[in-house]
C-alpha cells in the first residue's frame, strides 16, 4: 500500500479485530475511513468460517457490512462484547473528538453499551491537547437556530457552524443537524461536553 497513512489506518484495523474479537462474538462496527479497515478484517473472519454478527453505528457501515459480508443484527438484540471505532482527536487523557463522520449519536450510544471500547487511531489523530478538530455537535433540527446562537454566547471565543454536504445541511442517520464548533484548545474536555450536554437541544 504506497499511501502511508492509509498503511496506517490499515495496520490498526486490522490489529483490533485481530486482538480483541473472538469467534462466535457480537462487535460493534464504528463510522470512518479507519473504521473500515475493522469492518473489512471482520468480514475476512467471517468468510473463514467465524460466526460474528455486528451492531452498527451508521448506515454506511451497514452497507460496508454487506460488501464484506458480515451479518448485522438490530441494537440491543446481543450483548455486544466488543465495540471497535476510531476517532478525530486523542488527547494524553484518552479524551477524545469524535464525530467527523457524522454518526455522533449511535457511535456513543454502541461504545457505551459494549462490555469494552476499542479506539483505533493513526498516529496524526493524537495531541497534547483537543481542540484542533472542531468538535461536532449533533442537534434536534427544531432548536438548531437556538443552539447555533446559544453556543457563542456562552463560549465567546467558539464558533458554530452548520455542516453543510453537497450543498445541502447534512442530516444524521437520526435525521439530525450536525454543528462543528471550534473552541480552540480546549483544557478541559468534560467540563465543555457537560456545559453542551446542558443546553436544550443538543444531544
Not at 19 to 35: K, N, S
Not at 45 to 69: M, N, P, Q, W
Not at 128 to 146: M, N
Not at 148 to 171: H, L, S
Request: glycine share 10%.
Amino acid at each position: 500500500m504506497s499511501d502511508p497513512k492509509e498503511a496506517a489506518k490499515r495496520l490498526v484495523g486490522f490489529a483490533a479485530v485481530d486482538r480483541y474479537v473472538e469467534d462466535g462474538m457480537c462487535v460493534g462496527l464504528g463510522t470512518g475511513t479507519t473504521a473500515c479497515w475493522a469492518i473489512k478484517r471482520t468480514g475476512e473472519r467471517v468468510a473463514r468460517g467465524e460466526k460474528l454478527v455486528a451492531i452498527v453505528t451508521s448506515a454506511a457501515t451497514e452497507k460496508l457490512c454487506g460488501d464484506f459480508g458480515v451479518p448485522v443484527v438490530p441494537f440491543m438484540s446481543r450483548d455486544i462484547d466488543v465495540a471497535i471505532d476510531g476517532a478525530d482527536e486523542v488527547a494524553p487523557d484518552w479524551a477524545l473528538t469524535k464525530g467527523g463522520g457524522g454518526a455522533l449519536f449511535r457511535e456513543k450510544a454502541i461504545a457505551i453499551a459494549a462490555n469494552r471500547f476499542i479506539v483505533i487511531v493513526d498516529d496524526s489523530k493524537v495531541v497534547d491537547q483537543l481542540g484542533r478538530f472542531p468538535t461536532p455537535v449533533e442537534v434536534v433540527p427544531f432548536t438548531l437556530s437556538w443552539v447555533q446562537r446559544r453556543i457563542p454566547a456562552q463560549f465567546p471565543t467558539a464558533k458554530a457552524t452548520e455542516r453543510v454536504r453537497d450543498g445541502q445541511p447534512y442530516r444524521t442517520d437520526n435525521g439530525n443537524a450536525i454543528l462543528d464548533c471550534a473552541f480552540g484548545l480546549i483544557p478541559d474536555p468534560r467540563t465543555l461536553s457537560a456545559a453542551l450536554m446542558a443546553i436544550h437541544g443538543v444531544l
